[in-house]
């Protein structure tokens, strides 16, 4: 039976850890949440928001990549190895610290995210993407006709109109546009389903105000 309220030994003491919601077996807890957005901050450059709409957004986010996760470890899918973990990281670091080192520390430090954090949310990040293409791109058929007219009237401007070997260059990358929209249409088909079809729970207090 899942708990209501949670004790974890966290950075500078001892301190209550509400439940936020649970998923199916997977419980979500307040902490979580508030990791879940100053990583998000963290890899987009903002300062993390916090109020009871932000955390609200964050676990909607979190059940989802909640039944991901499920979903994945019942059909046993691989998970990225290490290196290709540490080499996202030091893309990270690269795009947005411009691979310095000292920034980076700081920014952590600043945004109260580890670094064994940091490379948790990686992982999970390559591992989700990687199972969205597996899972979902085989489906995927786009119709010739399909890619011309995007060609002719949603393609840029400059391009549209010109001559067939035009057309063959901007080919790839109007198939994969259109196929990640696909991509994206079956997903959050498939996650609509599957989250009706699992038992989520919501603690609402969590939501109604700061951290306590």
């Known amino acids: 039976m899942i ?9 500078g ?4 850890d509400r439940l936020a919601l649970s998923v199916g077996d997977e419980i979500i807890t307040e902490q979580q949440l508030l990791l879940y957005l ?3 901050a963290l890899l987009n450059g903002e300062a993390s928001k916090e ?43 690269k795009q947005r610290f411009g691979g310095d080192d ?4 700081r ?11 940091l490379l ?4 999970w990040q390559l591992a989700t993407l990687s199972f969205i293409d597996f899972r979902f791109r085989p489906g995927v058929q786009i119709p010739e006709e399909e890619i011309r007219d995007y060609f002719q009237y949603d393609y840029p401007k400059e391009f549209a109109g010109r001559t067939k070997n035009v057309y063959n260059q901007a080919r790839p990358e109007i198939l994969e546009l259109l196929t990640q929209q696909r991509i994206d ?16 729970r919501w603690v609402e207090s969590v939501f109604e105000g700061g951290l306590r």
């Open 3 to 11: 708990q209501v309220l949670l004790l974890l030994l966290l950075t």
């Open 13 to 16: 003491g001892e301190v209550l």
């Open 38 to 40: 100053r990583t998000a």
């Open 51 to 93: 109020s009871p709409a932000d955390k609200r957004r964050a676990a909607q986010k979190l059940i989802e990549l909640a039944l991901i996760r499920i979903e994945m470890q019942t059909n046993r899918y691989p998970l990225p190895g290490d290196t290709q973990i540490r080499a996202a990281l030091e893309e990270v670091k």
């Open 102 to 105: 000292v920034t980076y520390k």
């Open 107 to 117: 920014a952590l430090a600043q945004s109260q995210v580890g670094e064994a954090e």
């Open 120 to 123: 948790d949310s990686l992982k």
């Open 185 to 200: 249409n079956l997903l959050d088909r498939w996650l609509n389903q599957t989250e009706a079809a699992t038992r989520v």
